[in-house]
């Protein structure tokens, strides 16, 4: 069976002429920088979510650091984020000079714990960026409290939730600025790197496209120090296109989630994703927890799929804190201990999980997990 944790080439197919139809259509208008595609895709991914300001540039690490620039974070400032997370979230920060303070999870959505944000605040805590990890919001009301009783920012790291919502309220225009990635196996990806500026801040808004343009609203004219960060026409052309089918492929992903929640229902020692009431998840990953209890426990049953040719992927295998760019000081970052990271870390394996997923695909990966989990004697072959 052909299996893999994002089918890229089935997508594309799907929508094979239309696809190279806006390829050819920017290709032939030779307007790759800054052409009308950009400006195009940046209103209508705006109107899809709901807000007034979005700003394409390069990838999703350029769009926190030009957020974080445009807010005035600097050397010195503290960051409060979680270290459960790709890296590119505390990276961003620490680029600038800024300490990414660490804060631990909540252990059903993996995402920042609130009730352990306030103790970490000191008079030089700048901003709290949330992740929307793996799909799953945040729980943003009690960031946003805490934010205003202490004055600070918040800055949502949306790149794995486009489309996710919480309490009616698309993430990303929820706090101050939301970024996103839209590298390819994202729920909404181009075909190579991309990324974009979320606000409804119309000044804030100005003064990141300044940033993302050299500084410079006029050419040769630049106001600031600022960075070349820009979403080429080419890609702003594939993600108009799948801009329009987003709906479609949300409600996939959640169609599958349903399943594999069905197909391991009741599995002793294995927990399926939770799916907080606030919120929409979108599944940007199908992630599990196997428990310690579990023989083998997580590695025995990520050897155990790899020898049934079965993809899976450990997000994340080393938390933040960990990293020997932080542990090892060559970043400034301040943490303590961190359990339910450090647990989640330990626990954790992704299954496949795209739009052209199928019923039949998913029983295959089913009966996998279950051979191992019921089975802990069975050894995988090699």
């Known amino acids: 069976m052909n ?6 080439r089935g997508q594309y197919l799907a929508m094979k002429d ?3 139809a ?9 307007q790759f920088i800054n052409g009308p595609e950009v400006g195009k895709f940046e209103c209508e991914l ?8 979005v700003l394409g540039v390069a990838n999703g690490t350029d769009a926190l650091q030009v957020a974080f620039m445009a807010l005035g974070i600097g050397p010195g400032d503290e ?3 979680p270290a459960f997370t790709f890296i590119a979230t505390a990276e961003a920060a620490a680029l600038l000079g800024a300490v990414p303070v660490f804060c631990d999870i909540d252990p059903k959505t993996f995402n920042l714990d609130p009730n352990r944000l306030e103790a970490l605040i000191t008079p030089k805590t700048k901003a709290i960026v949330p992740v929307h990890l793996f799909g799953q919001p945040a729980d943003m009301d009690p960031i946003l409290e805490i934010a205003r009783r202490h004055g600070l920012y918040v800055v949502e790291d949306n790149a794995q939730a486009v489309g996710a919502t919480y309490k ?3 993430t990303g225009f929820i706090g ?10 994202k729920n909404l990806g181009c075909y190579g790197d991309g990324g974009a500026i979320l606000t409804n801040d119309e000044a804030l808004y100005h003064r990141m496209r300044l940033i993302a343009n050299h500084g410079s609203q006029r050419k040769y004219h630049n106001e600031v120090v600022g960075v070349n960060s820009r979403l080429d026409a080419l890609q702003a052309a594939v993600l108009r296109v799948k801009l329009r089918r987003l709906d479609a492929y949300t409600e996939a992903r959640r169609a599958a989630a349903d399943r594999y929640d069905a197909l391991f229902d009741g599995i002793p020692g294995l927990a399926v994703p939770y799916r907080d009431p606030n919120g929409r998840h979108v599944f940007h990953q199908y992630t599990l927890r196997v428990a310690p209890e579990v023989p083998g426990g997580r590695d025995g049953l990520a050897a155990h799929l790899k020898a049934r040719g079965i993809p899976h992927a450990i997000y994340y295998p080393v938390p933040l ?14 943490y303590d201990d961190l359990p339910e990271t450090d647990r989640a870390a330990a626990e954790v394996l992704s299954l496949p999980m795209h739009t052209e997923l199928t019923a039949e695909q998913q029983a295959y990966i089913a009966d996998a997990v279950h051979a191992y989990v019921r089975n802990p004697k069975e050894k995988s072959p090699g």
Request: proline share 5%.
């Open 168 to 170: 009616g309220r698309h």
């Open 18 to 20: 239309e696809m190279d």
């Open 79 to 81: 960051v409060i984020t």
């Open 46 to 53: 705006a109107g899809y979510l709901g807000g007034s300001y």
């Open 22 to 30: 806006a390829l050819q259509e920017v290709l032939a208008s030779t």
């Open 3 to 8: 299996l893999q944790m994002v089918d890229l």
């Open 321 to 334: 804190h960990r990293l020997p760019v932080f542990a090892g000081g060559a970043a400034p970052a301040r």
């Open 176 to 185: 101050h600025v939301g970024t996103l990635s839209f590298f390819p196996s």
